[in-house]
């Protein structure tokens, strides 16, 4: 099993729609949860980051963590063509915190 | 140079062939890393080093090997490719004393090998 799994998609909305992206994971010792933004034929990029649980807004986006469930969430409001994207879930525990678990990444298309 | 660079973009390599990446990054950030990305397995760590003079082996590290003479470079060598290596290879780079350990990732390079 994985350490960590993500539905690889392609997720297709039209602009305007609430995408809703997930990732679940195994290893409890996870502490830090990150989500990253893949655009094509370029490197990833940090999007959000949280600690252990709860919620975390930063405009059009909120993360949320659930580790009684080990499930964590990427919301995007008000999607736009530019969110077009595969995005990556990563995390680290708190002891190898340069050891990042990535998930295979959703491909997101928002259509105009 | 911003950021992290690498080079080259793309390469097609003959199997057996050895094979250097390079990556050089002007953030003075302590931590380097090396990822491969395949389709469906997302990324996986293949090399790391916490400080120059300093490396560790990641998830899939059999075929490759790397060194950190200095603090912006971080070399990653084939000995001698093979066709599973064909891959998107990205270097990234932290400063682990930060408060969030935030990697940043150089543009990839796309290896082929044959």
């Known amino acids: 099993q994985k350490e960590v799994e993500q539905d690889p998609g392609p997720l297709s909305v039209p602009e305007g729609a609430i995408v809703s992206l997930n990732c679940t994971y195994s290893n409890s010792a996870f502490q830090y949860f990150m989500w990253y933004r893949q655009y094509s034929r370029k490197g990833p990029e940090l999007l959000m980051y949280?600690?252990?649980?709860g919620n975390k807004e930063d405009g059009r986006f909120t993360a949320q963590v659930d580790k009684s469930s080990k499930y964590i969430s990427l919301f995007i409001r008000d999607s736009q063509p530019s969110d077009s994207a595969t995005y990556l879930c990563a995390m680290s525990d708190l002891y190898n915190f340069n050891k990042f678990y990535f998930g295979s990444g959703t491909k997101l298309n928002v259509k105009p | 140079i911003a950021g992290i660079t690498q080079a080259p973009t793309s390469q097609i390599l003959a199997a057996g062939r050895r094979m250097t990446l390079r990556c050089t990054q002007d953030m003075r950030h302590n931590a380097m890393y090396w990822y491969r990305q395949d389709l469906g397995l997302g990324l996986r760590l293949i090399h790391y080093?916490?400080?120059?003079?300093?490396?560790g082996k990641g998830e899939v590290p059999d075929g490759y090997s790397v060194s950190r003479a200095n603090t912006d470079d971080f070399p990653l060598t084939l000995a001698s490719a093979v066709p599973s290596q064909t891959s998107v290879y990205f270097c990234?780079?932290?400063?682990?004393?930060?408060?969030?350990?935030?990697?940043?990732f150089g543009p990839g390079t796309r290896l082929t090998v044959l």
């Open positions: 080093s916490n400080t120059a003079g300093t490396t």
């Open positions: 990234a780079s932290s400063d682990s004393g930060g408060v969030v350990n935030e990697q940043f």
């Open positions: 949280t600690y252990s649980s």
